[in-house]
């Protein structure tokens, strides 16, 4: 029974607009975390270049590597958010 009425109502007018911001917003995302990400990360590659004593070094690197991998995990996300959205609409449009 309960199935059957949320079969009945239509989804569409309220997904549909949500689908479409995410899609605005993915290109633009990826172009900002694709420019702002290397460049952060080579920032953090020159301190660690000119940093002296050891315990900077060691933050720096630290930094680096904890920039580098939350780049790529956010870019990943991004990436895949795009990959999957056309099944997301795709989906949706066969469960009304």
């Given at each position: 029974?309960?199935h059957?009425?949320?079969?009945?109502?239509?989804?569409?007018?309220?997904?549909s607009?949500?689908?479409e911001?995410?899609?605005?917003?993915?290109?633009?995302?990826?172009?900002?975390?694709?420019?702002?990400?290397?460049?952060?990360?080579?920032?953090?590659?020159?301190?660690?270049?000119?940093?002296?004593?050891?315990?900077?070094r060691?933050?720096?690197?630290?930094?680096?590597?904890?920039?580098?991998?939350?780049?790529?995990?956010?870019?990943?996300?991004?990436?895949?958010?795009?990959?999957?959205?056309?099944?997301?609409?795709?989906?949706?449009?066969?469960?009304?």
């Amino acid at each position: 029974m309960i199935h059957k009425l949320i079969m009945a109502v239509d989804l569409s007018p309220v997904v549909s607009p949500v689908l479409e911001v995410i899609n605005a917003i993915l290109w633009p995302l990826i172009a900002i975390v694709g420019a702002i990400g290397p460049i952060y990360c080579i920032y953090l590659g020159v301190r660690l270049a000119k940093a002296d004593e050891q315990n900077s070094r060691e933050k720096a690197k630290k930094d680096l590597v904890g920039a580098i991998v939350g780049f790529l995990v956010i870019f990943i996300l991004i990436v895949s958010l795009k990959i999957a959205l056309p099944i997301l609409q795709d989906w949706v449009s066969r469960q009304v």
